[in-house]
């Protein structure tokens, strides 16, 4: 297998845009917004595109992963800039087979050397944990409120540990902000596919929902 990782370009969003919607058509709820966030995000300030990255199989475009500014802020007011990255898509054909991995693996690469020291996303814990992540709570990060979601992950490029001495509070960028309309507007662009209930969007409405309120840490 020939396996190429490189930016995006111009002459791939439709094709980013086609396999994006593949990849999490019916995963989190009946059809996806996820294909119209990737349309979005790219024209947004927090947008970062040195690590708008696709994954080319053979030639193929099977993959790719995009990152956005967030921030967090501490209870004294200090800031810290972090990133996020989503949507990340595979084709589901070629999904469980280590190749989100390698490409996620390789984004890391790229940030830390871009001088980006910390990564929070909301995903589920079980795909994530083997790439590094770990608990929100472990760092004390939060959405306000002692409000720490089980989804919310924390990915240190640069290690320095859990921060127990200080509260922060995670900002996500509002390019994830995304209309609810206009994503049906611009699905109906797309070949129809049908909409159906599937486990896995009991699972993720499960996790989204759900909270650490222990301080065993």
Known sequence: MNITIRKEEPRDYRKVEE???????????PGCDEHYLVHVIRDHQDFIPELDLVMELNG????????????LIS????????????????????????????????????????????IVIFGNPGNYLSLGFKSCRKFNINLGNELFPTAMLV??????????????????????????????LFDAEFEPMK????????????LSNSRIITDSI
């Open 19 to 29: 396999l994006t919607r593949k990849a999490f058509w019916n995963l989190h709820s």
């Open 60 to 71: 193929t475009i099977i993959g790719n992963i995009m990152y956005a500014k967030s921030k």
């Open 75 to 118: 209870d004294n007011g200090r800031q810290k800039d972090i990133l996020t990255f989503g949507p990340v898509s595979i084709l589901p054909e070629f999904q469980r087979r280590g190749f989100g991995k390698k490409l996620i693996e390789h984004s890391f690469e790229i940030a830390r050397k871009s001088g980006h020291e910390m």
């Open 155 to 184: 990915k240190e490029l640069v290690e320095k540990g859990p921060r127990q001495n200080e509260k922060w509070t995670y900002h996500e960028s509002p390019a994830y902000n995304i209309d609810k309309t206009k994503t049906e």
């Open 195 to 206: 909409k159906e209930f599937k486990p896995s969007q009991e699972e993720f409405f499960i």
